[in-house]
């Protein structure tokens, strides 16, 4: 079965920090993965996902992640922190039989002045 | 802009009350998602319609059922709410669901409170 792994589930980092947010999927055949952030009290809103066209991939505010096959990873990162930042983020796997997600336990960012 | 609609955001509802949800949709989407999200966890898919077709995943409790009645509309149907149900409830549609690759577009949520 497939499963995603987030380490850590809380980070916290200072304004203007590197944001690196871990996450490790487990499967035989390279998923499709995706991150997704959730600010309090909303849905889950894109940030990027992989989909074997390249390893490094880039979303929406200045988030990428790239895609490490030998240590089945995809780790989040983000130059410079932003107090906007601040929320939690969830890392998913698709690609089994049908477009059914499995999620990570998500992992809170903290940002510090 | 199309999107992900879900109404109520709050819903407080009595133990064992029977209670639904709303969710819509103007993308168009052949394919529409329930999760329960509890707190501090990740969401927890219930269901999902593929069109018509509906699929239940094997540990959702049967306390919960779902009706598509056209492509823009789904409900999520509590028929007898316990204090463990009290959770966040999320819509989310997909254009496809073939291959994995599909993003899925989430609505808001509907926060669910059982007293």
């Known amino acids: 079965a497939q499963s995603v792994t987030q380490l850590g589930s809380h980070v916290s980092v200072s304004e203007g920090a590197l944001v690196l947010l871990r996450c490790n999927y487990s499967s035989s055949v390279p998923p499709y993965l995706f991150w997704y952030v959730q600010y309090p009290n909303q849905g889950l809103q894109l940030l990027l996902k992989?989909?074997?066209?390249?390893?490094l991939v880039k979303g929406i505010n200045g988030f990428e992640a790239e895609f490490k096959k030998s240590e089945t990873s995809f780790h989040l990162t983000k130059p410079s922190a932003h107090m906007s930042d601040a929320a939690e983020y969830f890392c998913?796997?698709?690609?089994?039989?049908?477009?059914?997600?499995?999620f990570g336990q998500g992992t809170i960012l903290t940002v510090h002045p | 802009d199309a999107m992900v609609i879900q109404n109520p955001r709050y819903q407080v509802t009595q133990f064992g009350k029977p209670v639904t949800l709303s969710c819509s949709q103007t993308?168009?989407?052949?394919?529409m998602y329930w999760y329960q999200q509890k707190s501090s966890q990740a969401p927890k898919l219930l269901f999902h319609y593929y069109d018509k077709d509906f699929n239940n995943e094997a540990d959702t409790p049967d306390n919960f059922q779902s009706r598509r009645p056209n492509t823009s509309f789904c409900f999520l149907d509590i028929r007898s709410p316990g204090l463990g149900d009290a959770a966040m409830y999320l819509c989310?549609?997909?254009?496809?669901?073939?291959?994995?690759?599909?993003?899925?577009?989430f609505g808001p949520g509907t926060r669910l409170l059982v007293l």
């Open positions: 992989y989909t074997s066209a390249a390893t």
């Open positions: 998913a796997a698709g690609g089994t039989s049908y477009g059914k997600l499995t």
């Open positions: 993308l168009n989407h052949n394919v």
């Open positions: 989310a549609t997909s254009r496809d669901m073939t291959g994995g690759g599909e993003t899925q577009y």
